[in-house]
Nanobody
Framework: QVQLVESGGGLVQAGGSLRLSCAAS????????MGWFRQAPGKEREFVAT????????TYADSLKGRFTISRDNARNTLFLQMNSLKPEDTAVYYC?????????????????WGQGTQVTVSS
C-alpha cells in the first residue's frame, strides 16, 4: 500500500501561482511513476501530468504545457506540481496518484493509489 496526501491547494487570483505537494508513505516512493489529475465540478477527472520513477521523463496535457511543471524528490518521498499563470478554468480538485507500471501513463486506470485531493480555486 502507498498512502498519498496532497497539500498546497487554496484560493488564488487569475495569473497567480500555486505549488502542490503530495507526500507519499508506505512503500518505496522511487518504485512508482507518479501523476497529477484534476476534476472540476460536473466534469470527469482529467490528466494533468506524469513523471517517471527517477524523475527524468515528464508528460503533460497539451493544454497545460508551459504553465505547469511536475517534479519529484525521491529522497523526501514527495511529488510536486508547480502551477503558474493560473486561470479560472484551472479550478478543480487536484489528485496525485502512484503507478507500478512503466511507460507514459496518462489515463487514470493506469494508477494504483490515489490521494484524497486538494482544492484549487482560481478567481477571475
Amino acid at each position: 500500500q502507498v498512502q498519498l496526501v496532497e497539500s498546497g491547494g487554496g484560493l488564488v487570483q487569475a495569473g497567480g501561482s500555486l505549488r502542490l505537494s503530495c507526500a507519499a508513505s508506505g512503500r518505496t516512493f522511487s518504485n512508482y511513476a507518479m501523476g497529477w489529475f484534476r476534476q472540476a465540478p460536473g466534469k470527469e477527472r482529467e490528466f494533468v501530468a506524469t513523471i517517471n520513477r527517477i524523475g527524468v521523463s515528464t508528460t503533460y496535457a497539451d493544454s497545460l504545457k508551459g504553465r505547469f511543471t511536475i517534479s519529484r524528490d525521491n529522497a523526501r518521498n514527495t511529488l510536486f506540481l508547480q502551477m503558474n499563470s493560473l486561470k479560472p478554468e484551472d479550478t478543480a480538485v487536484y489528485y496525485c496518484a502512484a503507478s507500478r507500471r512503466v511507460g507514459v501513463l496518462t489515463t487514470s486506470n493506469n494508477y494504483d493509489y490515489w490521494g484524497q485531493g486538494t482544492q484549487v480555486t482560481v478567481s477571475s
